[in-house]
T-cell receptor, first 114, second 111 residues
């Protein structure tokens, strides 16, 4: 079956640096992608999404880039703060009968050092 | 609004016991789903529902049953618990499976 994976399981950065978290996907039918943040002991929380007809989307301090040619997704966090320390998941979504069926990647642990 | 609530927060079962994990939402979302999360792994879809009376299997449905009699509730039943079902279970809701709102999770240990 097709799957979503991540290039780096752990990323350590200094406070104030920019962080880039990568994700590879292989399902060419996926048309909607989401990044989630999961803090220790909590459920995942939506950060930002992007549809396949876009290649870039910006939020507050976060930017998601989508490269459909190489099936690659990245999350950029500007001026990383200690509160950004968490596990970040990408999820690819394939439309099915009017709803989406998500597939999650393994996750990348982001550690921000003060 | 409470959002998505899950009970219990923690549970320890012996092999062969059965139990029901509860999930309730007050967001009036049609789509609800159950995931399990194992150490170092992403979330794997167990079962999902696109509306009351409709359920379907996800990636790892074996050993679990669900039903959806109301929009608000989506319980997950473990029929005969096995150590391989030790995991953290998350319930999530969304309008159509896109942006998902997750509950706080239930940490289940099967001995």
């Amino acid at each position: 079956g097709e799957s979503v994976g991540l290039h780096l399981p752990t990323l350590s950065v200094q406070e104030g640096d920019n962080s880039i978290i990568n994700c590879a996907y292989s399902n060419s039918a996926s048309d909607y992608f989401i990044w989630y943040k999961q803090e220790s002991g909590k459920g995942p929380q939506f950060i930002i999404d992007i549809r396949s007809n876009m290649d870039k989307r910006q939020g507050q301090r976060v930017t998601v880039l989508l490269n459909k040619t190489v099936k690659h997704l990245s999350l950029q966090i500007a001026a990383t703060q200690p509160g950004d320390s968490a596990v970040y998941f990408c999820a690819e979504n394939e439309a099915s009968g009017g709803s989406y069926i998500p597939t999650f990647g393994r996750g990348t642990s982001l550690i921000v050092h003060p | 609004n409470a959002g998505v609530t899950q009970t219990p927060k923690f549970q320890v079962l012996k092999t062969g016991q059965s139990m029901t994990l509860q999930c309730a939402q007050d967001m009036n979302h049609e789509y609800m789903s159950w995931y399990r999360q194992d150490p170092g792994m992403g979330l794997r879809l167990i079962h999902y529902s696109v509306g009351a009376g409709i359920t379907d299997q996800g990636e790892v449905p074996n050993g679990y049953n669900v039903s959806r009699s109301t929009t608000e509730d989506f319980p997950l039943r473990l029929l005969s618990a096995a150590p391989s079902q030790t995991s953290v279970y998350f319930c999530a809701t969304s309008t159509s499976g896109d942006e998902q709102y997750f509950g706080p999770g239930t940490r289940l240990t099967v001995t």
